[in-house]
């Protein structure tokens, strides 16, 4: 079995687990839910998925072995993690602007003014849709 077909089938796995862990969701009360529940749109995401992966299982190519993956693929995926566990601390817009400021140091930008700048216009425009726009309510860590 080569590479391609070991990894579509643990991401297809991967996609069962998840798939099933859906139908724990609440299920919203009559009067509120509007359409689709919340389980409709990550079980459509992991059919997709799951299908892909079939995919790959049955027609993907042989391939030759890959290139190393550079450490700052890993260094990347461990900022989402700290920003993940830094969100109920600090709420949403705190652990943004760490990961965002954080972020773009790591790839290398260097002038702090620039990386505030951009980080705060990502944060206003992500407030602005969802809160003002969407009255989506943030997570606000141990602010609130």
């Excluded at 070991?6 to 009559?30: D, I, N, Q, Y």
């Excluded at 620039?114 to 980080?119: D, G, N, Q, R, Y």
Aim: aromatic fraction near 14%.
């Amino acid at each position: 079995m080569n590479s391609n077909r070991v990894a579509a089938a643990a991401v297809a796995a991967v996609a069962a687990v998840l798939f099933a862990l859906t139908f724990g969701f609440e299920k919203l009360p009559a009067g509120l839910a509007g359409g689709f529940g919340a389980e409709a749109f990550p079980r459509l995401v992991l059919g997709v998925i799951a299908a892909l992966s079939v995919l790959l299982f049955f027609y993907g190519p042989a391939s030759e072995p890959q290139a190393r993956i550079p450490a700052m693929v890993y260094y990347t995926a461990g900022s989402l993690v700290a920003f993940m566990a830094l969100v109920p601390l600090a709420g949403m817009l705190g652990a943004m602007l760490v990961f965002l400021v954080g972020l773009g140091y790591l790839w290398g930008e260097r002038r702090a003014w620039f990386l505030l700048l951009v980080s705060a216009a990502t944060i206003a425009a992500i407030w602005g849709i969802f809160v003002r726009g969407f009255a989506i309510q943030l997570p606000q860590g141990l602010w609130s």
